[in-house]
């Protein structure tokens, strides 16, 4: 099949399957405490291929790159903000190689951890920082950027308004909820899905979505908000293989890959469009959310 645009497959009717975690997949492969996961791009490339493969192989339509904490803010902890065009570009290349050409790469693009409210830094630091980003991952072959974990729409508009005014990817733009003590779901500013929904939409988004933070069957009622919202814009969920439980000192996600895919008919029915995961999943996860869209077919 001709790759279109994202945007234009799920228009024409396509629910698509992103892909799971990197950072626990980077860990299983030696990646070790206190390192930098961006870096394993320069000094570890076939390792990191490997995941974005693992993923296609599983029956991803898209993958993400390594590029998570790719802005100057983050690689200035590792002494290494001078080398932010190298290894966005490096990130890029390499899960368009896992890709391939019928497949998206939809290139990570997290947080800063810069508040502009607390004045950390100005808007127009922030975006400088997400487009020398986003110009690298484009020059390295993304097909879209994944801004992702967002919980600030101030942060989140720079970063969707830097990569539509300086590359030609499409921009997906997802904002990670918790629910609160009055059951409502809110970013840790406050924002709540329907004004991250306008916010994105406004600042130029192609899609959005929600990520991390939650399970499947929360990110139901977080995706009927972003629906209600943004009736035509195509929503993208990554959701966590259930919410954490501590064994021993170490964060366990439950849920089976079973247990995310049946909840597959009911997210689509909320309006989600592009289906993947997030914190505790794995190819496995993913093969059974491709099984499981398929299924909705027959």
């Known amino acids: 099949m001709a790759k279109?645009?994202?945007?234009?497959?799920?228009?024409?009717?396509?629910?698509?399957?992103?892909?799971?975690?990197?950072?626990?997949?980077?860990?299983?492969?030696?990646?070790?405490?206190?390192?930098?996961p961006e870096l394993w791009n320069v000094e570890h490339a076939a390792d990191v291929q490997d995941i974005g493969r693992n993923y296609i192989q599983a029956g991803a339509d898209m993958i993400e790159s390594d590029?998570?904490?790719g802005t100057s803010f983050k690689l200035k902890h590792f002494g290494l903000e001078g080398r932010v065009a190298e290894i966005n570009?490096?990130?890029?290349?390499?899960?368009r190689q896992a890709a391939g050409p019928?497949?998206?790469?939809?290139?990570?693009?997290?947080?800063?951890?810069?508040?502009?409210?607390?004045?950390d830094v100005t808007e127009e630091e922030l975006f400088a920082s997400f487009r020398d980003q986003c110009v690298a991952l484009e020059k390295g072959g993304a097909d879209a950027f994944c801004i992702e974990t967002m919980s600030a729409i101030d942060e989140a508009t720079l970063a969707i308004q830097a990569a539509r005014q300086h590359t030609q990817c499409e921009v997906?733009?997802?904002?990670?909820?918790?629910?609160?003590?009055?059951?409502?779901?809110?970013?840790?500013?406050?924002?709540?899905?329907?004004?991250?929904?306008?916010a994105c939409v406004a600042a130029g988004a192609h899609i959005i979505g929600t990520?991390?933070?939650?399970?499947?069957?929360?990110?139901?009622?977080?995706?009927?908000?972003m629906r209600a919202a943004a009736p035509t814009t195509p929503i993208l969920v990554h959701?966590?293989?259930?919410?954490?439980?501590?064994?021993?000192?170490?964060?366990?996600?439950?849920?089976?890959?079973?247990?995310?895919?049946?909840l597959v008919p009911a997210l689509v029915a909320a309006g989600a469009n592009i289906?993947?995961?997030?914190?505790?999943?794995?190819?496995?996860?993913?093969?059974?959310?491709?099984q499981a869209v398929d299924g909705l077919k027959k």
């Open 102 to 119: 019928d497949k998206w790469v939809i290139a990570s693009v997290g947080p800063t951890g810069q508040m502009l409210a607390l004045g």
């Open 239 to 262: 959701a966590n293989a259930g919410l954490p439980k501590n064994v021993n000192g170490v964060d366990i996600f439950p849920d089976t890959p079973a247990d995310m895919a049946k």
């Open 4 to 36: 279109t645009t994202i945007t234009a497959a799920t228009q024409a009717g396509r629910i698509l399957i992103s892909d799971g975690a990197w950072g626990t997949f980077l860990q299983n492969k030696g990646m070790q405490p206190g390192e930098c």
């Open 275 to 290: 289906i993947g995961g997030c914190c505790g999943t794995t190819p496995a996860h993913i093969a059974a959310l491709r």
């Open 211 to 225: 990520n991390c933070g939650n399970g499947m069957e929360r990110m139901l009622e977080i995706v009927r908000e």
């Open 67 to 69: 590029s998570f904490g």
């Open 89 to 95: 570009e490096a990130a890029a290349r390499i899960s």
């Open 172 to 198: 997906i733009c997802t904002f990670t909820f918790e629910k609160n003590t009055k059951g409502e779901y809110r970013t840790m500013m406050g924002v709540s899905p329907a004004d991250a929904a306008k």
